[in-house]
């Protein structure tokens, strides 16, 4: 069944923080490795709005349907980044406007204008199976933006940040429940567009937020949460799920992925 987006649209909202007492974390401090993941996580959150510049200028832009659904999700992920620099805050940690300008000064010339530059053409070429690309690079990085999460909560063990983080990820579920909707419907549909998402893929893809922010921030990260034997279950459940979108198996992708940044998957 496709995705009820009326449904989405209509209730749609900023991820619900009004009962937490962001004051529990002054009792009870995250780790420095936790900090260091939602500095992470919080730059992925709210570069959202840069993303989005990016795919406004492909196809997926003609699509009402798309654009609808891409609305309303820049301002959910906007609200995790918020909520994300609320916690850090009380960390007395840089967080909010100055940081977000930094990363964004820090792409740079690439960043800021090759990059949206010549997605705009590569995209132009291949037109509408393009869409299909995108709505399967979104799966995949929601699931990995699910999956972290849900590793954050299983490494920190602390009632606060569990209930915060798991209001966000139910949001990411329903963003993940678009993006798998659209990207299977146009997946079945094509054979070329089968080819040129197993292509971008392959040849593309990187763990979200790599292309944002330092290497070694990345290989923290993926090393902290997805190292270690239950990190390897994690990352070989996400190749698996990416292995049952048609023409894409055996890419094992996330796996790839941590060996490019030199962190080793645990075997089962
Ligand atoms: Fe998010
Ligand atoms: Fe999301």
């Known amino acids: 069944m496709s995705f009820n987006l009326d449904h989405y649209k209509h209730t749609a909202k900023a991820v ?22 939602l500095h992470y996580m919080t730059d992925v959150e709210t570069h959202t709005v840069c993303y989005l510049r990016d795919l406004l200028v492909t196809p997926s832009h003609q699509n009402p349907r798309i654009t609808t659904f891409l609305t309303m999700w820049n301002f959910e992920e906007f609200w995790h980044g918020d909520v994300i620099d609320r916690i850090l805050a009380v ?46 690079w979104g799966a995949v990085n929601e699931w990995s933006a699910h999956a972290a999460y849900g590793r954050l909560i299983e490494l920190e063990q602390h009632a606060t940040l569990t209930k915060i983080l798991q209001r966000i990820q139910q949001q990411e579920s329903r963003h993940l429940a678009f993006y798998m909707s ?78 490019s940044f030199g962190v080793r998957v645990a075997t089962a």
């Open 91 to 136: 960390h007395d940690e840089i967080n909010g406007l100055p940081r977000h300008e930094s990363v964004r000064r820090a792409q740079g010339f690439a960043g800021n204008v090759v990059a949206p530059i010549t997605q705009c053409l590569a995209a132009a070429v291949l037109g509408e199976d393009f869409i299909a690309t995108h709505m399967t």
């Open 182 to 259: 659209e990207a299977r419907e146009r997946l079945e549909k094509s054979r070329r567009a089968q080819r040129i998402t197993r292509f971008a893929l392959r040849r593309f893809w990187a763990p979200v937020g790599s292309t944002i922010t330092p290497k070694a921030e990345t290989r923290f990260v993926l090393n902290h949460l997805l190292g270690g034997e239950d990190g390897g279950k994690m990352v070989r459940m996400l190749d698996g799920k990416v292995d049952k979108l048609p023409g894409q198996e055996g890419l094992d992708l996330v796996s790839k992925a941590m060996a």
């Open 16 to 37: 619900q923080v009004d009962d937490i007492d962001f004051d529990d974390f002054r009792d009870q401090p995250l780790s420095a490795d936790a900090l260091r993941c």
